[in-house]
């Protein structure tokens, strides 16, 4: 029987646990392999097939549009980030305020982010040159401080500093407007969904038009508005799925799980084909593949959406195809390995494989060149997330924590900050303060402050 991971409390009840959705795991660490396995595969062209005894299996045109699981990233941070709102809507669940939010993304990017942009600028682009001015090298390096760096090609399209960054920057160019879009979303979600949908579609029909360079514009902040919208009306349908889950019988329970999963398989299918079509798109040219992707975001991620909900309630021992340790492990490194994959992927076939021709058409060097930058970028990215990210989110949580329990116990000052605005430490701090009054009143103190 398929069980969802976290019960619903009733309205008014208890603070609710995390929801945790097992299978997200795995969607994030395949899709992420997956994009990792392209820009290898771009530096060394190695065959993508199987060869089992009596069966080949060729994954050429998956491997050439693998690129496009970008697009299923960025759906699954809409839904994740929509999810606490969609919840308090209809759980009456807290969310964090603005304020907290911000920080809970710049501690989630930004030392990752800038530890990447920094060695890059000092391993790789200044001892090679990069730079032909000192004009370059600074409106490179502030771009990429302030994630503009999507607005200019020398900073966007032939930066030395990651290429591959592209997507952090679209990413906290959301993140500036999410708040606001979220409280939209909750008050007018009728409203605010098809608005952002209809600017993502307006921008790359635009495009199409009236562009004749596409490579700078199809993959901007607004071109993804309706991915975005698309992944937070996932985030409302996956709750409403949940809440009549639990009232289902045990019997229609099980059938459903089994219609999940044909409808999961249904999905699989369905996003090989958009893969195939998209695969052969290039032979009219670079804007011809550029068009073709814009036609396949909106499809791939109506796609992806149903496979992720089908996938969520599927008999529970299908499910660990997706939630187990492996994944979890793969999707907590996700990020880094994203950040790190590429830049390493390219200076090592530079520095160990300097004739490429050659590294094309040997398979032995192919698989060896493979094989080293997988190896490579793992390592890069549990050093980045666990000597680097997770430390300072916990250092950085930790004193927030002690500053909110300080001003807890002294009280409102005057001239000093009041009790923080974010709704969870409110009612946090509200709460040991009440269970400190309680304390001091059964032991017959009253209300007088502590000496």
């Known amino acids: 029987m398929t069980r969802p991971n976290n019960p619903a409390p009733a309205r008014g009840g208890a603070v609710p646990r995390k929801l945790e959705i097992g299978v997200l795991y795995g969607f994030r660490a395949l899709m992420v392999l997956a994009v990792v ?17 009596g069966l080949s299996v060729d994954f050429d045109f998956f491997t050439r549009s693998s690129y496009l699981f970008v697009d299923g990233m960025i759906l699954l941070s809409g839904f994740l980030l929509y999810l606490p709102y969609a919840r308090q809507s209809l759980e009456g669940a807290p969310v964090p305020g603005a304020g907290r939010f911000y920080l809970n993304r710049l501690l989630r990017i930004v030392p990752s982010y800038l530890a990447a942009v920094l060695l890059a600028l000092v391993c790789f682009a200044l001892p090679q040159g990069a730079y032909f001015t000192t004009g370059d090298l600074v409106k490179d390096v502030a771009s990429h401080l302030t994630f503009t760096f999507l607005f200019w090609p020398e900073t966007y399209l032939y930066t030395p500093l990651n290429a591959a960054l592209w997507t952090i920057g679209v990413e906290m160019q959301f993140y500036l407007l999410f708040p606001f879009l979220a409280r939209a979303a909750q008050k007018r979600p009728a409203v605010t969904l098809p608005v952002m949908a209809a600017t993502g579609w307006a921008w790359r029909l635009c495009v199409a038009r009236f562009a004749q360079d596409t490579g700078m514009l199809i993959n901007q902040m607004p071109a993804y508005l309706d991915v975005y919208a698309l992944g937070m009306l996932g985030a409302i349908t996956y709750l409403r799925m949940r809440h009549a889950w639990e009232r289902m019988s045990s019997a229609r329970r099980r059938a459903l799980g089994w219609v999940c999963v044909a409808g999961f398989a249904a999905c699989i299918a369905a ?24 036609e396949m975001r909106l499809p791939l991620t109506l796609v992806l959406m149903g496979g992720m909900l089908c996938a969520a309630h599927m008999p529970r021992f299908l499910q660990k195809l997706l939630d187990n340790r492996l994944m979890r492990f793969l999707s907590a490194i996700s990020m880094n390995l994203y950040i790190w994959h590429q830049i390493l992927s390219v200076q090592m076939r530079m520095a160990w494989f300097p004739d490429a021709d050659t590294l094309h058409i040997t398979p032995a060097q192919q698989r060896a060149y493979t094989l080293l930058c997988l190896s490579v ?40 900050p009041c009790t923080p605005a974010d709704s969870l430490l409110v ?25």
């Open 37 to 53: 396995n392209y820009h290898i595969w771009q530096q060394s062209w190695l065959l993508q097939r199987v060869n089992l005894p």
């Open 271 to 294: 996003t090989l084909s958009i893969f195939r079509t998209q695969s052969s798109a290039s032979a009219a040219g670079q804007r011809a593949l550029h068009l073709s992707q814009m």
């Open 377 to 416: 970028s793992m390592l890069a990215a549990m050093a980045a997330t666990y000597g680097l990210e997770q430390p300072v989110a916990r250092a950085v949580n930790a004193r927030i924590k002690r500053l909110g329990r300080k001003r807890s116990h002294e009280g409102p000052q005057a001239g000093s």
């Open 427 to 451: 009612r946090h701090e509200a709460g040991r303060a009440r269970a400190h009054r309680e304390l001091r009143r059964r032991a017959g103190g009253g209300d007088r402050a502590d000496p």
